[in-house]
Nanobody
Framework: QVPLVESGGGLVQPGGSLRLSCTAP????????IAWSRQAPGKEREAITC????????YYADSVKGRFPVSRDNLKNTIYLQMNSLNAEGAGVYYC?????????????????WGQGTPITVSS
């Protein structure tokens, strides 16, 4: 189990931006894929992006493609999810997750380790 910790959630106005962070105290995330998922109230958890270690493939859900770039800073041991042009559909709890693989194979929610989640509220 990797002790993932998300941060950066909060209240944002429609059309606004937020940047989420995912880190893991005591673990080096360089060699792990990191996936982001979100869960809106009353809905199932939705996979939205996955970034591989090094130069492996990244995947994005159609609903966020072009608006939610994901990146990693290995020096800071942190993966970032930049969320732009947020709308009501972007509200929910956002989770980062991983498993013992370096490269993403697809978008899914079947991972071994999950963070506790960070909530996003989109409201004017």
């Amino acid at each position: 189990q990797v002790p993932l910790v998300e941060s950066g959630g909060g209240l944002v106005q429609p059309g606004g931006s937020l940047r989420l962070s995912c880190t893991a105290p005591g673990f080096i995330l360089d060699y792990y894929l990191i996936a982001w998922s979100r869960q809106a109230p009353g809905k199932e958890r939705e996979a939205i992006t996955c970034i591989s270690s090094n130069h492996g493939p990244s995947y994005y859900a159609d609903s966020v493609k072009g608006r939610f770039p994901v990146s990693r800073d290995n020096l800071k041991n942190t993966i970032y999810l930049q969320m732009n042009s947020l709308n009501a559909e972007g509200a929910g709890v956002y989770y980062c997750a991983t498993e013992t693989l370096s490269n993403c194979r697809s978008l899914n929610t079947s991972y071994d380790s999950w963070g506790q989640g960070t909530p996003i509220t989109v409201s004017s």
